[in-house]
């Protein structure tokens, strides 16, 4: 039963996600081309409602189901790699028409093709793996 | 995520099915606790879920994006037409799997996306929204390459495969 929250959480972000047609490869081509607002005031909107309950978690040392201080997981700075490998990433969402979340999305939309293209992003994953230790950090 | 006690990312969950299949017997990186991972696992599968009610239960099943006129000259002067749907199915499609221009998109794409997701320590879930509005310098840095990698495949790469 404890799991029904994180589900509903994915029900919820899919439908908007549809809804606000953020999964729309369309949509991704016309940030990219700077064309409309659409996706800019999406984005700006989700970092406006995050920034928010950052602020409020931290301020009121909200706690969790658990029991536990809530804190926001730290992503430490690797300048390497979130230059190359947000590069990478960035082709790839141009060209997919998608990031991870909505590749998933637009598979419960009923875009099978989506399959091959998880596929290849599982492999690529994968790839990260085996190479780590060898990609400067 | 964060309200529910648990680092929100969509894109760990490559690495969770990595693990299931056993990729943890080829590199240590897969080496952890799928259990520690559950709550995204779960949200990815309620995304499923969630696309599927947008589209079958709270829509007559097809819709259409009205993207602006300047984007659709530009995709179709690309030989891409503008259709209904959330994607060009002329573009991404099971047959198109066997052209190199699909190959490209699909694999290529899809390749890159999971391995500089993995890379950079996020996408655009992770960094450009959690990690950002938590003021993260790896988070701001990433989400700025993010888009010049997408600026580059648009205004490049795009017409380079499609030539008009």
């Known amino acids: 039963m404890n799991g029904l929250k994180y589900i509903f959480a994915g029900v919820v972000f899919g439908i908007v996600m549809v809804k606000s047609e953020a999964v729309s490869w369309f949509r991704i081509q016309e940030m990219f081309l700077f064309e409309s607002f659409h996706m800019y005031g999406i984005i700006g909107s989700a970092v406006a409602v995050a920034g928010v309950s950052v602020w409020l978690i931290k301020r009121f040392k909200w706690k969790d189901a658990s029991g536990m201080i809530m804190k926001p997981i730290e992503r430490p700075l690797m300048l390497p790699a979130n230059i190359i490998g947000g590069l990478i990433f960035g082709l790839g969402w141009a060209l997919t028409g998608a990031c991870p979340g909505p590749m998933f999305v637009n598979l419960g939309a009923g875009y099978s093709v989506m399959i091959p293209i998880i596929a290849s992003a599982t492999l690529g994953a994968f790839a990260y793996g085996i190479l780590k230790k060898k990609l400067p950090h | 995520m964060m309200?529910?006690?648990?680092?929100?990312?969509?894109?760990?969950?490559?690495?969770?099915?990595?693990?299931?299949?056993?990729?943890?017997?080829?590199?240590?990186?897969?080496?952890?606790?799928?259990?520690?991972?559950?709550?995204?696992?779960?949200?990815?599968?309620?995304?499923?879920?969630?696309?599927?009610?947008?589209?079958?239960?709270?829509?007559?099943?097809?819709?259409?994006?009205?993207?602006?006129?300047?984007?659709?000259?530009?995709?179709?002067?690309?030989?891409?037409?503008?259709?209904?749907?959330?994607?060009?199915?002329?573009?991404?499609?099971?047959?198109?799997?066997?052209?190199?221009?699909?190959?490209?998109?699909?694999?290529?794409?899809?390749?890159?996306?999971?391995?500089?997701?993995?890379?950079?320590?996020?996408?655009?879930?992770?960094?450009?929204?959690?990690?950002?509005?938590?003021?993260?310098?790896?988070?701001?840095?990433?989400?700025?390459?993010?888009?010049?990698?997408?600026?580059?495949?648009?205004?490049?790469?795009?017409?380079?495969?499609?030539?008009?």
């Open chain 2, 3 to 164: 309200f529910i006690g648990s680092a929100f990312g969509v894109s760990n969950n490559l690495e969770n099915i990595c693990c299931m299949l056993g990729a943890e017997k080829v590199s240590d990186h897969f080496k952890f606790d799928l259990k520690e991972r559950l709550p995204n696992m779960l949200f990815i599968a309620g995304t499923l879920i969630g696309g599927a009610i947008a589209v079958f239960l709270l829509s007559d099943g097809s819709l259409t994006v009205e993207i602006s006129e300047n984007t659709k000259a530009h995709i179709s002067s690309l030989g891409i037409p503008y259709s209904e749907g959330l994607l060009p199915l002329t573009l991404f499609n099971w047959n198109a799997l066997g052209s190199i221009s699909g190959l490209l998109l699909m694999v290529g794409g899809g390749f890159m996306v999971g391995f500089g997701a993995r890379y950079a320590g996020g996408c655009t879930s992770g960094h450009s929204i959690s990690g950002i509005s938590n003021l993260q310098a790896s988070s701001i840095i990433s989400t700025i390459f993010f888009f010049i990698g997408g600026l580059i495949a648009t205004h490049f790469i795009y017409p380079l495969i499609f030539q008009p």
